[in-house]
């Protein structure tokens, strides 16, 4: 099963978080789709680089405020 099954209705290019698919909050799911990368890709990467210095909860925190639902 490809990512662009999880997204029939998503815009083309657009940067939104998935109603399905989610962990927490969809942010990484909506990043793996935008890009086009698979979605455990996306989380493991987001993980490992927690355990690098660097403000990376806050720019998950702030993708979450901003990016929008997926309609």
């Not at 990484?28 to 698979?38: D, E, I, N, S």
């Not at 890709?41 to 997926?70: D, F, H, K």
Request: aromatic share 8%.
């Amino acid at each position: 099963m490809s990512t662009s099954d999880y997204y029939p209705t998503a815009s083309r290019g657009g940067l939104v978080r998935p109603r399905g698919n989610r962990m927490i909050a969809g942010v990484c799911a909506g990043l793996a789709h935008r890009f086009g990368m698979k979605t455990r890709t996306v989380r493991i990467l987001a993980l490992v680089s927690c355990l690098l210095p660097g403000p990376q909860v806050l720019a998950y925190i702030a993708m979450w405020i901003i990016m929008p639902n997926e309609d």
